[in-house]
């Protein structure tokens, strides 16, 4: 799953007393393995808001291991100033790890703008189709572990592995694979002991589901782009998050950083807070009332009662989760089939209240 790959890509190079420094608007999911499961074993996640590369070098100190943000914030839509948290990082000689999963190539490319490793659920875009729960964890193959000097589980004999080097035996010799060093460790050590590893049918669905992707997701974003200027002018509507839109703050950055739109996943306050949303959702016709993002079919949810409960309300709204936002994801039917749906359950909603 997405949630095995980024406790993987974690927990390769992290121990217990040691930290990461993390964006806090992030999918919950993420959210609750960082503030929850990584402290019970001693790694403290540091939440920073992700909007001004400082923050992060802040709470940077000796035992920081990486820094942590997502492509596009999910809900919330936000995109972060990619290139400048990776300058921060390479001053202080970390890693910088992104979670791609909702702007997969050829949406955004994070190699291209200074991430060194990228983590996806492949369960959304690239599986494309809802069928199977997948993660995947891909490395530029460009941070040199060595001359950081902090990364011992990587560039001193491993105990674990008949004391192999792996910097030594994959990482730094003519012919290798960039990368391999740091995905050996993940292979043939968690993988290993913790045994996420996809079953061949699962593989299979998601090799089916790569040979379509550069074609979803042009559909994806262009159908974003419909609906998110639908919303946006409709009157049952109060805000809508998409960093497509003019009026996002991050609309320059989402422009130069995605040229075909910046995915489909997007957030709107309805009219009405809860009982409005609540509403809305009951009356989807099209869509799907599914927790999932980026299948092929549109979804929409309530973030608060599902996705991100488990945060408590404070958390909640740090993470951009207000009781009335709505997250749709929008697929690739036709739009006229999709606007069609939401103007009925938008007009449905608006009746409830
Ligand atoms: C941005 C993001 N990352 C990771 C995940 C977790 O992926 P998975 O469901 O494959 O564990 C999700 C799931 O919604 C997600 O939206």
Known sequence: ?????????????????????????????TYTQFSHTLRRFGIDARFVDSGDPANFERAIDENTRLLYTESVGNPKGNVDDIEGIAEVAHRH??????????TPPPL??????????????????????GTSIGGAVVDKGCFDWKAAGRYAELTEPDPSYHGVNFWETFGSREGMVPGSAYLAKIRLGLLRDLGAALSPFNSWLFLQGLETLPLRARAHAANALSVARFLDAHPAVDSVDYAGLT?????????????????AVLGFEIKGGLEAGKRFIESVKLASHVANILDAKTLVIHPASTTHQQLT????????????????????????????DLEQALRAARAAV
């Open 93 to 102: 000689r970390i890693p910088f790890v992104v979670d791609n999963t909702v």
């Open 1 to 29: 799953s997405g949630m095995a790959a980024i406790f993987y890509a974690v927990a390769a190079i992290t121990s217990a007393g040691q930290n990461l420094v993390t964006g806090d608007k992030l999918y919950g999911g």
């Open 313 to 340: 309300p404070v958390e909640q709204l740090k993470a951009g989760v207000t009781p009335g936002l709505i997250r749709i994801s929008v697929g690739i039917e036709h739009i006229d089939d999709i606007l069609s």
């Open 247 to 263: 009026g996002h703050p991050d609309h320059a950055r989402a422009q130069r950083y995605f040229p075909l739109g910046p995915g």
């Open 108 to 129: 955004f490319n994070p190699f291209e703008h200074g991430v060194d490793i990228a983590v996806y659920s492949l369960t959304k875009m690239i599986g494309g189709h």
